[in-house]
């Protein structure tokens, strides 16, 4: 589904992807942990086209497109999902109209019809009641006064209403406590666990790996893959710490 070819990419002159090559196949959950500073948020930023990242060599293909002459908005109507470690406050805009806007945005990239409100607001509340969110949240303004759990919610969310084909979710786990943790991923479970869906779960821990449990875990260190194996990998990190993986490598 996502297939990632010796990529290379640089911020402001500086390297920071180094020959990373990875695949994602449908129906996989790919778990991606590694060492602070290795480029797993950059590797996000780079799969959803932010502005200033520069890709220098390699490929990526999304279900056999060329990903890098896709818009953002493409993207996103191509059903990819990028989830962030900092979500970004809207003041003035409501969650409702916000995800509406974003469902519908993408509904027109691929040449559907909108949802009328009522429409709407059904599917937003059945998603909000996998995440365990009330309506009255939604109708606050995006992400302003949320704490760090809501927000992530909040974001599992909009996920659920967009459907996408694959989810790209970067430390969704950070500033999460324990409750938290597992009704964000129950959610990620509900929303993506498909045979036709994919996601690469960027994590630092194991504990969010003990309710959404991957097919396969990889390391990334320097910029690029340094080891792919199953969760046992990710427990043996959590163990040992990256240092053993880094001096296989
Ligand atoms: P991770 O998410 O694995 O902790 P990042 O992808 O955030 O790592 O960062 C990878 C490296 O890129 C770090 O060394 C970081 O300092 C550097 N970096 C990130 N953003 C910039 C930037 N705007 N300019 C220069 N270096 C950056
Ligand atoms: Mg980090
Ligand atoms: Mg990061």
């Known amino acids: 589904m996502l297939k990632i070819e010796n990529l290379h990419a640089e911020i402001d002159g500086k390297q920071i992807l180094n020959g990373l090559t990875l695949e994602v196949a449908a129906g996989e959950i790919h778990a991606i942990m590694g060492p602070n500073g290795a480029g797993k948020s950059t590797l996000a930023y780079v799969l959803g086209g932010r502005p200033g990242y520069e890709v220098t060599e390699g490929s990526v293909t999304f279900n056999g497109e060329d990903l890098f002459e896709l ?39 691929r040449g559907e019809e909108p949802l009328s409100g009522g429409e709407f607001l059904k599917l937003a509340k059945e998603k909000a009641g996998l995440l365990r969110m009330d309506m009255e949240m939604l109708k606050r303004q995006v992400n302003v006064g949320f704490s760090g759990g809501e927000k992530k919610r909040a974001e599992m969310v909009q996920m659920g209403i967009l459907d996408p084909k694959f989810a790209v979710l970067d430390e969704t786990d950070s500033g999460l406590d324990i409750d938290a943790l597992r009704v964000v991923g129950e959610g990620i479970n509900a929303i993506m666990r498909d045979p036709a869906k994919g996601v690469l779960l960027i994590t630092h821990y194991q504990r969010l790996l003990d309710v959404v449990k991957p097919d396969k875990v990889s390391v990334l260190a320097k910029g690029r893959i340094v080891q792919t194996g199953g969760p046992e990998l990710a427990l043996r990190l959590e163990e040992e710490g990256y240092d053993v993986v880094m001096a296989d490598a």
């Open 71 to 109: 818009e953002p908005h493409e993207r996103a109507a191509a059903g990819m999902f990028l989830g962030f470690q900092y979500p970004v406050e809207i003041p003035g805009v409501s969650n409702v109209q916000f995800l509406r806007e974003a469902l519908n945005s993408q509904r027109k990239g």
